[in-house]
């Protein structure tokens, strides 16, 4: 596998991530350029917060009762305070962009609007903050073995429960984190 563009790939921690903040995530990568690497977490809701919370927030008056109870993910240390939305279908929105065929990166009040309005998106997450990584970063970090890597697809994306995303990705590699230990030279 080439290392030269990661988009629409996962990043799976590797157990012994030595960085606390990515131990067991699943980062998906939105962009890879020659500028560098800007991927989402997406297997840690943030606990005791709510979508529909956060859209009311910003004065958006949210319509679909299922938004109230969705949950925004921690998409990464960088930047927190600033939401993205992770979503199936095409860049239609004022500042959208395609990662693949059917997902996209939106960052957008508009989208906001139709989504507490129940329409435009059919999957979609409400991402807080987002990791990324200056050229050649990430290669050193994967060279390492800090991160493995394999194709992204949408069913891991959208349909998995957060909490089996981590072991999920790591099974796509024929690995399974169960049996895998970071203490290194101790029986």
């Known amino acids: 596998m080439s290392l030269d563009n ?13 960085d606390d903040r ?9 962009r890879h350029d020659k500028q560098g690497v800007l991927g989402l977490m997406v297997n840690k809701p943030i606990a005791n917060t709510k979508v529909g919370v956060l859209l009311e927030g910003l004065d958006i008056e949210v319509e679909n009762e ?17 939401g993205f939305v992770l979503h199936t279908g095409q860049p239609t929105w004022a500042s959208s962009f395609a ?22 998106v ?7 903050g987002h990791a990324s990584w200056f050229k050649g970063q990430l290669e050193q970090e994967i060279a390492q073995g800090d991160w493995l890597v394999c194709p992204a697809d949408l069913s891991l994306l959208f349909k998995v429960p957060f909490e089996q995303r981590w072991h999920l990705a790591g099974n796509k590699l024929g690995i399974d ?3 895998l230990s970071d203490d290194i030279g101790h029986a």
């Open 177 to 179: 984190f169960n049996f």
């Open 66 to 82: 299922t938004i109230m109870q969705d949950m925004p993910l921690e998409g990464g240390p960088v930047f927190p305070e600033v």
């Open 6 to 18: 990661l988009t629409h790939h996962f990043l799976i921690a590797a157990p012994s991530m030595p």
């Open 99 to 120: 990662i693949s065929e059917n997902v996209c990166i939106t960052t957008s009040k508009d989208i906001l609007e139709r989504i507490a309005a129940g329409q435009g």
């Open 22 to 30: 990515f131990a067991q995530s699943l980062i998906y990568i939105c």
């Open 122 to 128: 059919e999957h979609y997450y409400l991402c807080l």
